[in-house]
């Protein structure tokens, strides 16, 4: 079965930054167009960004564009963070959809596979 395995969150400053990964198994990752989300406490899950099955197309939320870089290599997707700020603060999620191929997905309901989360806490 399809198994998403985020990492990388932590404790940090403002300021400061952070690398999360997802790691993908039971599909062929290079097919999948991808994303991350985030869900801060008593708020809704949000998007943050998204990216195309070969790296090239992608996409962010605007409360962290020019902060955050979404990327991929063969086996793994990335989240750079940088100049993080307590509102970032949340449990972060990698997301595959339902189905390979040239898809670009920003919206939750068009995602099937989720991670357990990776926890990130900016302090002021």
């Known amino acids: 079965q399809v198994q998403l395995v985020e990492s990388g969150g932590g404790l940090v400053q403002a300021g400061g930054s952070l690398r999360l990964s997802c790691a993908a198994s039971?599909?062929?990752?290079?097919?999948?167009?991808m994303g991350w989300f985030r869900q801060a406490p008593g708020k809704e899950r949000e998007y943050v960004a998204a990216?195309?099955?070969?790296?090239?197309t992608t996409a962010y939320a605007d409360s962290v564009k020019g902060r955050f870089t979404i990327s991929r290599d063969n086996s793994k997707m990335y989240l750079q963070m940088n100049s993080l700020k307590p509102e970032d603060t949340a449990v972060y999620y990698c997301a595959a959809p339902l189905y390979s191929g040239g898809g670009f997905y920003i919206t939750e309901a068009d995602y099937k596979y989720w991670g357990q989360g990776t926890q990130v806490t900016v302090s002021s």
């Open positions: 039971g599909l062929t990752f290079s097919s999948y167009p």
């Open positions: 990216i195309n099955w070969s790296g090239i």
